[in-house]
């Protein structure tokens, strides 16, 4: 009786300290569940707060497209761990895209393209991220000095106002990005919207020129009616 009596017991023990185990476990996986969710919690919450420091400095950028696609290049290669950079925008009222900055590379040596046409064509034509593992031939290659590397693989990178890109960031990498996607998710629209701004503040400026130069020649043209001079050089002829 005896013998069993403790058989008994030391199976009731086990039992007990098999489940105990199990619920220690489950504690164990929730807590870690816990931490990693904090964890991304604050990395969205320093990724937000990123995009409103970019969006802030690309305000702050000054009226020119070289000037704005600098500060992207600027925030976004050490973000994105990128060693090479362009920005190209679209021509106005047609569909070629030009290089106005660049990054570890001269504006000048990044060639101009078409929707459709190469890598960051083909982005634009789709309207989505490119990832480029198999690079062309002297596409996006760093210049450092006297040395020159080329990427493992490129990012074409469209950037759209409303329906239409108009934007392209070519980035380089020499080790592929791990979070692009959530960077990029929280860049893009700062970087848009700021493009926007950018444009509608070049259009206001253009149409004030425009406008005082038209008043300026009516002055002019008031001035030499006056003084009887109305449709004579200032060569006499």
Not at 17 to 25: I, M, N, P, V, Y
Not at 33 to 47: D, F, I, K, M, Y
Request: contains cysteine; charged residues 20%; proline residues 4%.
């Amino acid at each position: 009786g005896l013998l069993l009596l403790a058989s008994g017991s030391t199976l009731a023990g086990r039992h007990l300290k098999r489940r105990d185990d199990a619920a220690l476990e489950k504690i164990r996986a929730a807590e870690a569940l816990a931490r990693q969710e904090s964890v991304r919690h604050e990395q969205g919450l320093q990724l937000k707060a990123w995009a409103g420091t970019l969006t802030n400095a690309l305000q702050d950028g000054g009226e020119s497209v070289a000037g704005f696609g600098d500060t992207v290049l600027a925030q976004l290669l050490p973000r994105l761990g990128g060693s090479v950079g362009a920005f190209y925008l679209r021509a106005p009222g047609s569909d070629t895209f030009r290089c106005g900055a660049g990054r570890n590379i001269a504006a000048e040596q990044c060639q101009p393209f078409c929707v459709g046409e190469g890598i960051g064509g083909a982005a634009v034509q789709s309207q989505r991220v490119t990832r480029c593992p198999d690079i062309p031939e002297g596409h996006l290659k760093i210049a450092g000095g006297t040395l020159e590397l080329v990427p493992r693989e490129v990012a074409a990178i469209p950037v759209a106002i409303g329906n239409t890109v108009e934007a392209l960031i070519e980035i380089g990498y020499l080790q592929p990005p791990s979070e692009q996607d959530a960077i990029l998710g929280e860049a893009l629209p700062a970087i848009a919207y700021s493009l926007e701004l950018l444009q509608r503040k070049q259009a206001a400026l253009a149409d004030l020129r425009e406008r005082a130069a038209i008043e300026e020649r009516q002055r002019l043209i008031l001035g030499s009616m006056q003084d009887g001079l109305f449709g004579i050089g200032l060569d006499g002829r």
